[in-house]
């Protein structure tokens, strides 16, 4: 009952920036079908009755007042940037659209 | 630009199909702190000092709602007419973006807050229009990209930074229904339709919806279809492919964006070319679009639930309580307020361009006559905003200030000259009306036995003027008054003065 093809695994590769070989793709696509198929087994016993629930403890509004707390210090911020210029992160050119 | 861009006229365009449209708007929430972290939510600050782990997506950190954020947005929801979701959830948008710290934006999916409304909509002539509202949706803003290099675009561009400053600033999206029917009004009822939601959230007070600085923008969805045979029905013809015109920044440009984009598409259709569908760029030098990606790369965006949140589940009580909250439709206080203050549709339509109504409205509850408070916001202030490029509310007057200027006018203290003079001193930070009159000596002069010294002194060098006045010209006394007003700087009471010289004449006022 696999739904998942060879083809679909690339394409979330692909999606997720992934580097996938040939070869990864024949090991992984057949491996990450048995996963989602062994997750699939759940709507077997979930029936109408069982309300889709996306998190495990039955808990909501869990909110914080509007307050301001103290950001980071800019350096710090930039800390772990590869490359920082002007205050600011250095990103490689952005092509294909226009922000 | 290809022989594809060749446009047709805009009425043309609506002569040969038939528009169908929808419009995404985002608000920008004027929250004090982010969606989900406590970094402060201003603009225009240095970049990078209002991020912190959690906007920056720094591993280990934990998102938390901002409650302020959910009351705004259901208040928003319930003013657009909504139903608001017993139980709504946030999800994760996946994309790869610079401005996307964490490589996905939270917003809402199969889940909003509020979802099927309507929305009343008047246009310039009165003509209602109801506009029907998908939904309205949470979801925080990205940061900014600075081009480097080349011209300052994108194309050229040696590298690029990013500011997350704006990165997790909380957002409402509002997504109307297919819009169908308005034929050549298309544009028109664009543009009012914005307009209505920025007017909305104003009155809300959870946006200042500055269109200018990005804190609402419009998406416009456009796609043209056939017109129906004679004796069809146009809703069965199946729309056309739609192109979408992404970050519209002023209301002008919604409405030229629909022109350009039918003409576009209507040239493409009548040489036997298909529409493309994808998303567009509006570029306002040119008034004008071009293609950005296309949409079967970029809707691939593997939406799923955010586990690192909540489920937000607003309880009957509460939402009754924020519907009581609710201000009136802008465009039925507006007629209201008209009623009210009898004003012409022209002083009306100039006062809410100038963003004037609130002030008006509050300079009018704090005592002052409408035409009065009308004529002090629509003439001096606007002229002093105009000169100093700001708008009437950042200008360092309040309404009260004006209903106590105007209060000290109708008490005969001061008259106009006088009263802009001390306008200019509140203006300048001298303090309040009353303040400045005293500090400035701006008081009208009415005392009785200074006024009669002043009037005698005027009629010993014109002594004519009190024959004349007998002889019935009572205009004659006008020199009188002038010569007074002069004398005393123009702080007398020009009535008073009139009335003691036809005194002295022996003559009735």
Redesign the interface.
């Known amino acids: 009952m696999s739904t998942l093809s060879r083809a679909d695994v690339a ?2 590769a692909a ?3 992934i580097d996938m070989s040939d070869s990864d793709l024949d090991r992984l696509s057949g491996q990450i079908a048995a996963i989602v198929d062994a997750v699939a087994l759940v709507s077997e016993v979930a029936g109408q009755d069982v309300p889709a629930t ?2 495990p ?1 039955p ?14 210090a ?1 350096a710090d ?2 800390a ?1 940037a590869p490359e920082a ?10 092509l ?4 | 630009m290809t022989a594809a861009t060749h446009l047709v006229g805009y009425d043309d365009a609506m002569k040969a199909f038939d528009p169908v449209f929808g419009i995404e708007v985002h608000v920008e929430l004027n929250t004090k702190t982010k969606m989900f972290c406590g970094c402060e939510n201003t603009f225009g600050n240095e970049p990078n000092t209002q991020v912190c782990p959690v906007c920056l997506g720094l591993p280990g950190s934990m998102p938390v709602t901002n409650e302020k954020a959910v009351e705004s947005a259901i208040r928003l929801g319930l003013a657009l007419g909504c139903s608001i979701r017993e139980s709504s959830r946030f999800a994760r948008k996946n994309y790869f973006y610079p401005d996307l710290a964490k490589d996905y934006q939270i917003s809402q999916y199969d889940e909003p807050t509020s979802y099927e409304g309507e929305l009343e909509v008047v246009l310039d002539d009165g003509t209602v229009v109801m506009i029907g509202i998908e939904r309205a949706h949470m979801e925080e803003d990205a940061g900014k990209n600075t081009h480097v290099g080349g011209t300052g675009g994108i194309q050229g561009a040696s590298h690029s930074l990013v500011d997350y400053n704006r990165g997790g600033v909380p957002l409402v999206e509002i997504v109307t229904k297919p819009i169908e029917g308005m034929g050549e009004r298309t544009a028109e009822v664009a543009r009012a339709y914005v307009a209505t939601i920025r007017d909305i959230v104003r009155a809300l007070g959870i946006s200042d919806g500055r269109m200018e600085q990005g804190r609402l923008r419009a998406d416009v969805n456009l796609s043209l279809r056939p017109k129906a045979a004679d004796g069809e029905d146009q809703s069965a013809v199946p729309f056309g492919k739609r192109s979408e015109t992404k970050n519209i920044n002023s209301l002008r440009a919604v409405e030229r964006s629909i022109h350009y984009e039918a003409g576009r598409q209507a040239a493409l259709l009548l040489a036997g070319q298909p529409v493309v569908q994808e998303t567009r760029h509006w570029h306002e030098d040119t008034s004008s679009t071009t293609p950005g990606r296309s949409k079967e790369e970029a809707e691939e965006y593997r939406y799923f639930p955010e586990p690192d949140l909540l489920p937000v589940e607003p309880s009957r009580e509460w939402i009754e309580e924020l519907r009581a909250t609710l201000p009136e439709h802008p465009a039925k206080m507006r007629a209201r307020l008209r009623e009210e203050w009898g004003f012409s549709d022209l002083e009306m339509r100039d006062a809410v361009a100038a963003d004037a109504l609130t002030l008006i409205a509050d300079t009018v509850a704090a005592g002052a006559a409408p035409q009065a408070a009308r004529k002090w916001w629509m003439g001096e202030l606007a002229r002093t905003a105009n000169e100093q490029d700001v708008t009437l509310p950042e200008l360092p007057v309040t309404p009260a200030h004006i209903a106590e200027l105007q209060r000290l006018v109708d008490e005969g203290k001061i008259n106009d000259k006088l009263a802009r003079q001390a306008l200019e001193g509140v203006l300048a930070g001298e303090g309040s009306p009353a303040e400045v009159v005293a500090s400035r000596g701006l008081e009208v002069v009415s005392d009785d036995s200074a006024l009669e010294a002043a009037v005698d002194d005027a009629l010993a060098s014109q002594p004519e003027v009190l024959d004349k006045i007998r002889e019935g010209k009572v205009q004659a006394a006008g020199a009188i008054v002038g010569a007074v007003m002069k004398a005393t700087r123009g702080q007398a009471d020009a009535g008073r003065v009139r009335e003691i010289i036809l005194a002295r004449a022996g003559v009735e006022g």
Do not use: K, Q, Y
């Open positions: 394409r979330l999606l997720a920036r996306s998190h403890i808990m909501s509004n869990v909110h914080r007042a509007d307050e301001v707390r103290p950001s980071l800019p911020a930039l772990a210029e002007d205050g600011r992160f250095r990103v490689p050119r952005i294909g659209e226009e922000a």
